[in-house]
């Protein structure tokens, strides 16, 4: 249901990336990442909180507002994908 509904949010316009984290030995078990453009932090909340591995509390997550260092908000769709 996550993978789908990464697919629609994705297709809705917003710039959307999730995956899971692996150690060394490319084993998974530390926790996952989730990248989201979106015009603001309160946009951002409201779209993953719809997020269905949130809503059936399958994970414990953390909503972070991302800044450069040098104050530009570059588009991540023209650097990342």
Do not use: R
Not at 27 to 37: A, K, N, R
Not at 39 to 61: F, G, H, R
Request: no cysteine; net charge positive; proline share 4%.
């Amino acid at each position: 249901m996550h993978k789908e509904w990464v697919k629609n949010i994705s297709k809705s316009g917003h710039y959307i990336h999730s995956g899971y984290l692996i150690n060394e030995k490319k084993m998974p078990g530390g926790g996952g990442l989730l990248i989201l453009e979106a015009k603001d932090y309160l946009t951002a909340k409201k779209i993953i909180e719809n997020d269905p591995m949130i809503k059936n509390n399958l994970v414990v997550w953390d909503l972070q507002e991302w800044i450069s260092v040098d104050g530009s908000q570059p588009k991540f769709s023209n650097h990342l994908g």
